[in-house]
């Protein structure tokens, strides 16, 4: 496993700016920040002094959130599985990310089983320990319940029936980390998996799907509350017989994911997207690393031998720079796409995702560019070198 530097141990309390603060729900104000034991403790107007003074121009944000990512670097949690977290824990960092899901793809069960109790357990190591980057904060299974027909890459002879016995079964492996899974709503056993799932707080996302929208209409009332990577592995939004994703649209109780990186949607799409559905779209990059013979990043995408789209090279924070400039949206209400709304999809959003008295001091720091500077998870700087001591003032 790679051995990363850490950062210089961060005061146990200190105060930060003055700079914009974009507090993730639209949201601004010209101010400063006090931390202490790892949560905001107050947020102070922009006159008076602070131990550690942001460059001018500067915006703090919360700490960004990816809901759906497959590794980071050369590592693949499929693959390299536990000690693909603390490399990703430092990449995510460098994006500005306080927290993202090691996802889980379709793969021999058994292999998937051995991948979640080493990703839990390298999760579980690092909140014990001091941070390095992001945190770990669970695992997004994505499958093996899939759809034959819109699997992509995901190999036919992995995909699964649902059903208690298999959701059981990840479930445990997990241990206590599981936060989402993706799967077909209309395939056998979905109705039993996704009620497994729903009763212990676990978010169902249909993905993979070949349903149109009367079925994804019953998936939302089977608890199913988020959609992933939308229009992609799923039939297309014809305005005769219209595919699920009309029904997530349409029911205001569920959230959208959308890999915004211009390819795998187009901008014009992406526009449309966020003036249909506003703050419930959650960027995510399913971000892929090439892992084996035959893949290859093209333009921005990773794809297999075949042609086929297997995952994106994006970053998180370049996620939040194209849907400013698809949507022109200012960045303190693009940002929510990447801060709140997976923070609400998660079911975290009383702990993070927004900038207020209370919560978890995980925050991104950006440059007038709208380039990350600095990161800080838990009130401890994991990127950048951001916390230098104001001059001292005149008596």
């Known amino acids: 496993m790679p051995i990363h530097r850490r950062q210089s141990p961060t005061p146990d309390r200190y105060s930060l700016g003055p700079a914009r603060i974009a507090f993730g729900d639209g949201g601004t104000a010209f101010g400063r920040l006090v931390v202490q034991d790892g949560r905001i403790r107050e947020v102070l107007s922009g006159d008076g002094h602070c131990e550690y003074r942001l460059p001018p121009d500067t915006t703090v944000a919360p700490g960004l959130i990816d809901v759906h990512t497959n ?43 051995h991948a ?74 979905a109705a039993e998996a996704a009620r497994f799932f729903t009763d212990r707080g676990i978010v169902c996302s249909a993905g993979h799907t070949a349903a149109h929208y009367s079925e ?6 089977m608890g199913f509350r988020s959609l992933t990577h939308a229009f ?9 017989d219209p595919s ?21 949607v187009s901008p014009v799409m992406i526009d449309i997207l966020y003036r249909t559905l506003g703050d419930r779209v959650v960027l995510a990059t399913d971000n892929m690393p090439p892992f084996g013979k035959g893949y290859r990043i093209v333009d921005g995408l990773v794809r297999a031998q075949d042609g086929t789209i297997a995952g994106s090279a994006l970053r998180i924070d370049q996620a939040v720079r194209n849907y400013m400039q ?16 997976p923070a609400q999809l998660l079911g975290l959003q009383r702990d993070m995702g927004t900038i207020a008295r209370g919560m978890r001091a995980d925050l991104s720091i950006w440059n007038q560019d709208y380039q990350v500077i600095g990161t800080i998870v838990g009130g401890a700087v994991v990127h950048g070198e951001i916390l230098k001591p104001a001059p001292a003032q005149a008596s």
Not at 216 to 221: F, H, S, T
Request: aromatic fraction near 8%; hydrophobic fraction near 45%.
């Open 71 to 113: 590794g980071a670097g050369e590592f693949l949690f499929n693959r390299d599985q536990g000690n693909a977290v603390p490399v990703a824990a430092v990449e995510y960092a460098r994006q500005g990310a306080s927290g993202f899901l090691a996802g889980v793809m379709t793969a021999p069960f058994e292999s998937m089983l």
């Open 244 to 264: 699920i994703l009309a029904a997530f649209i349409q029911d205001r109780r569920t959230m959208v994911q959308v890999i915004c990186d211009g390819h795998h």
């Open 326 to 341: 698809y949507t022109e949206l200012p960045f303190e209400r693009a940002v929510i796409a990447a801060t709140r709304a």
């Open 216 to 221: 994804g209409m019953l998936a939302i009332g």
């Open 116 to 189: 979640a109790g080493e990703i839990a357990e390298a999760a579980h190591s690092l909140e014990e320990n001091p941070a390095i980057g992001a945190r770990c904060l669970g695992i997004h299974f994505e499958g093996p319940f899939l759809n034959p027909k819109f699997r992509r890459v995901h190999r036919p002879e992995w995909i699964l029936p649902a059903g208690h016995g298999a959701a059981q079964a990840l479930y445990d492996a997990s241990a206590g980390t599981l936060l989402m899974v993706t799967l077909a709503p209309e395939i056998e056993g």
């Open 232 to 240: 992609n592995a799923m039939p297309p939004l014809d305005h005769r």
